[in-house]
Nanobody
């Protein structure tokens, strides 16, 4: 079993930045592929970014490419999402996800999920 706890969400003005963190426990962190998803009100949960076990490979949704950066620190059992140039369309609950499988942008491929952290971007 894996426990994931997100932090770092909040209210920010358009053009601002935030860094989300997700602390993992319960399983060897370096054996897990990690990802971020988000869900806006009235919309389905969508892929944001994913990172391979050693952090060598990263993939992003087109909507965040060039603005968001996913990274991980295996010594701290933590994955991060640095978000720059935020706009109101980025407003959502951001979820951390983990899986011992392969990197994927597909929601159902991830077995473990955090409770989410709210990000609100004001115009």
């Amino acid at each position: 079993q894996v426990q994931l706890v997100e932090s770092g969400g909040g209210l920010v003005q358009a053009g601002g930045s935030l860094r989300l963190s997700c602390a993992a426990s319960g399983r060897t962190f370096s054996n897990l592929v990690m990802a971020w998803f988000r869900q806006a009100p009235g919309k389905e949960r969508e892929f944001v970014a994913t990172i391979s076990r050693r952090g060598v490979s990263t993939y992003y949704a087109d909507s965040v490419k060039g603005r968001f950066t996913i990274s991980r620190d295996n010594a701290k059992n933590t994955v991060y999402l640095k978000m720059n140039s935020l706009n109101p369309e980025d407003t959502a609950v951001y979820y951390c996800a983990a899986d011992p499988g392969v990197v994927s942008a597909t929601r159902r491929r991830y077995e473990y999920w955090g409770q989410g952290t709210q990000v609100t971007v004001s115009s």
